[in-house]
């Protein structure tokens, strides 16, 4: 997606250790005409995948998510990290390593919104290493429900996230692709 | 908005202690399509207030406030709760009491993304007793910017916290004014 690259291009930092700071548009400011652009580019890269519910990470997942879940006209569950007073006892959770926060994080859902027979696309905004998203997907499975794709704003196609979802067998599209960072620039993957 | 308080009365639930469990579609669950409706709601109400820039708190603000921001075309900042490692040292940070965490929260923005100068329009999911978007409105002001208004989707008019934030001369808007809730059913203000 031309206009997200030429964003990141313009805004986005590459601050070391492998960390990309895009906190003026998608971390902590967020871009809403951008991000619904980026929605309606999820919804026409996914319209056939007959998903029914949108499954993504709370926090930065939140608005990507939400904006491709209004172009599919499909629900949208945000994992969460703490279990709040009003989920249920008995919850679908599972544990992930969160680079950026250098521990391990839960991710939790309530049985209530996520179930069998549900078709769910997973939208993050980052796919690095994968593995948060790999925590959701364990999420669906728990719940019976089936993967038909994952999702993200941002992929950082060096740190092999795309590699790790495909064996699974797991279709993977992501809206911008950096093959590398340095204080010389960011690249992005031409394929 | 009428749709909204249809939706409370369908989907919402009293769990006691003072909470309204609307977890099918604002907490845990979002549904983009109404999310997108209150949005447009929340930029009619304040399309002659000249803010800037939207200001909420993660995690259950980012889907309103980002539909609210894609309609008014302005960008969208959200409090962290925890500072990222992409953060600046130096950052606006204020302490706010959670009745849903039962404990006090930190709210912590970035000088980066709010300034003097800046007209902000806050949006949150729930207006209670107000201490959360008091929280937002402390940090706008260490900023050294100006609360044109506060918009929430749910108000608990029985928490009084309009008459505190009116007391501060802040105009309030909320989409659905509850009055009252227990055992017997939702109970909606009617002015």
Known sequence: MKLLEERIQKDGHYI?????????????QVDPILMNEAGKEFAK????????KIL????????????AGLHLGIPVVFARKNKP???PDQVLL???????KGRTVELI???EYLGSGERVLIIDDFLATGKTIEGLIRLAEIAGATVVGVGALIEKTFEEGRERLEAMNIHVESLARIESMSEEG???HRS
Do not use: C, Q
């Open 85 to 87: 007073i009003t989920m």
């Open 109 to 111: 859902v309530s049985p």
């Open 56 to 67: 993504t990470a709370e926090i930065s997942g939140i608005a990507p998510a939400v904006s």
């Open 16 to 28: 070391g250790d492998g960390i990309l700071k895009v906190d003026s548009f998608v971390n902590h």
């Open 45 to 52: 890269l996914f319209m056939n995948f007959s998903a029914t």
């Open 94 to 100: 599972t544990l992930s390593p969160s680079h950026t």
């Open 186 to 188: 960011i690249f992005f």
